[in-house]
């Protein structure tokens, strides 16, 4: 009988559990290494005392499109902890109150966006510039191009920057137009725009994110054959003869490997440019971090009145850019959400929160929030910055050029075509595993 060989991956994140049941899955035998007491990675939850209940450290939500994150979903059994909506449908709050709304039918998205758009309150010409927009995003845009310079070479700013593009890019590139690389996002704006009606739709969770992915994931992970080791940090890689020939762990001592080991970095650029050391490809002290921070309210009166689903873009809004509810949750409970944004950064937790506090009333007139529970969650690290600067440096899924022979990367932060989401970091994976002989 064939010895079978042995595959170690290094975080339990999106992209680390789809890598290690892809390695179980193709014969390997696979030791999971996560440095925190559960899996899930950026999308998790822990108890909030004030508000008695679990709370993520952030909200997410997916796209119909993300196939390979539901994939994910169905193998940890949480697929259905999602409202599915069959189409897509969003909210909109200017800042002096008044609301509009975009809601496709379920029609494939190019025949359901020339009506719908006739519905969105913007003026005429506005709408015949966003359909230019729409059916523009099919030819993509050279290299090199911000997305706000897409915007202005096909003609979309104003109102259908405003209104269609601006939320559109600070939800999926987690950054403003003038940052984001217009290649990448109109990638991912084809997936979703040019299939059915659902691919667009967007899927929002009814669970929290320890319930969807840090609960179910050790045991799926044993089920599957794997060795889940959490609350073990890897510190360094003794690297000899040109592969990786041990693990160290923080404290808790070293895994020895040969050459045919297949070693997986499932952990984010900073922390892999850590464990590397001097051996990091320079491409990775690159990258920078973009913040996501989320405030959430749960009221006892004056609860902001419904908008067309569960998420609400505010047009114009800055810091805050979102305002969500989670589908089936009491309407008294809301957050707000801005993605990307510095002006955060350095604000005590009650500025942030008399931030939120104001955003919310100015978007919602007559809402007074004075006596409002808000918890505020931050994560500075929540995304790198897709810029066009870095484009074209971030290694692509796969063995790490110039790094030990048997060392292979994956991450939402990897070159996948993607910026940094749920479905980046499982395509990253689904990418890396093809290299895998
Ligand atoms: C607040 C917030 C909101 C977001 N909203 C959305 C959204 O709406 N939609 C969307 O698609 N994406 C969203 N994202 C992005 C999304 O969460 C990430 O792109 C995705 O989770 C990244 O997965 P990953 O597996 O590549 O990395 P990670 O999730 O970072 O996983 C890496 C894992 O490695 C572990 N690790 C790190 N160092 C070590 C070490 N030394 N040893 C062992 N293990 C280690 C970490 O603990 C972690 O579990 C959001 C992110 C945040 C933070």
Redesign the pocket.
């Known amino acids: 009988m064939t010895e079978r060989r042995s595959a170690f991956v290094?975080?339990?994140?999106?992209?680390?559990l789809t890598a290690a049941f892809g390695l179980a899955d193709r014969g390997f035998r696979v030791t999971l290494?996560?440095?925190?007491p559960t899996?899930?990675?950026?999308?998790y939850s822990t108890y909030d005392r004030v508000f008695a209940r679990e709370v993520d450290?952030?909200?997410?939500?997916?796209l119909g499109c993300?196939r390979a994150m539901r994939s994910l979903c169905r193998r940890l059994g949480s697929e259905d902890g999602f409202q599915q909506a069959p189409r897509l449908q969003m909210g909109y709050r200017f800042g002096d109150g008044a609301s509009t709304s975009l809601a496709l039918s379920r029609l494939p998205v190019p025949l359901a966006m020339p009506p719908a758009l006739l519905r969105l309150r913007i003026g005429a010409g506005a709408r015949l510039r966003a359909l230019f927009g729409m059916a523009s995003v099919t030819l993509g845009a050279p290299s090199g191009w911000t997305f706000a310079e897409w915007l202005r070479r096909r003609w979309q700013r104003g109102e259908p920057a405003d209104l269609l593009w601006r939320p559109l890019c600070l939800?999926v590139m987690?950054c403003e137009p003038e940052e984001a690389d217009a290649r990448m996002f109109l990638a991912t704006l084809r997936e979703a725009f040019f299939g059915g009606a659902a691919s667009a739709a967007l899927w929002v969770p009814e669970k929290t994110w320890g319930e969807l992915i840090g609960a179910p994931a050790a045991p799926a992970l044993m089920a599957a054959g794997v060795e889940v080791r959490t609350s073990?940090?890897?510190?360094s890689f003794e690297v000899r003869d040109g592969h990786v020939a041990a693990i160290h762990l923080a404290g808790k001592g070293q895994i020895s490997t040969n050459g045919e080991d297949v070693v997986v970095s499932?952990?984010?650029w900073f922390?892999l440019q850590?464990?590397l050391g001097d051996r990091a490809p320079a491409a990775i002290g690159r990258l920078q971090s973009a913040p996501?921070v989320?405030v959430y309210f749960d009221v006892a009166v004056g609860v902001p009145p419904p908008d067309e689903g569960p998420v609400t873009a505010l047009v114009g809004g800055c810091p805050f850019h979102f305002l969500l509810r989670t589908p089936g949750e009491s309407a008294s409970r809301f957050a707000l959400l801005s993605g990307g944004d510095r002006t955060l950064d350095g604000m005590s937790v009650a500025e942030v929160t008399a931030s939120a506090r104001d955003h919310v009333e100015r978007y919602y007139p007559g809402v007074d929030l004075q006596q409002a529970v808000i918890r505020v969650?931050r994560?500075q690290h929540?995304?790198f910055v897709p810029d066009p600067a870095t484009a074209g440096d971030r290694p692509s899924p796969g063995r790490l050029s110039g790094g030990p022979t048997n060392l292979f990367v994956?991450?939402?932060?990897t070159a996948t075509g993607f910026p940094?989401?749920?479905?980046?970091?499982a395509r990253?994976s689904e990418q890396m595993l093809a290299a895998i002989s």
């Not at 290094?10 to 680390?16: C, E, I, N």
């Not at 450290?57 to 997916?62: A, C, I, P, Q």
Request: with cysteine; proline share 2%; hydrophobic share 40%.
């Open positions: 290094l975080g339990g994140g999106v992209a680390g290494l996560e440095s925190r899996c899930g990675g950026r999308a450290n952030g909200f997410h939500v997916m993300y939800a987690n073990a940090r890897v510190a499932a952990m984010p922390a850590r464990t996501i989320t969650r994560e929540a995304t994956c991450g939402d932060w940094a989401t749920l479905e980046g970091a990253s």
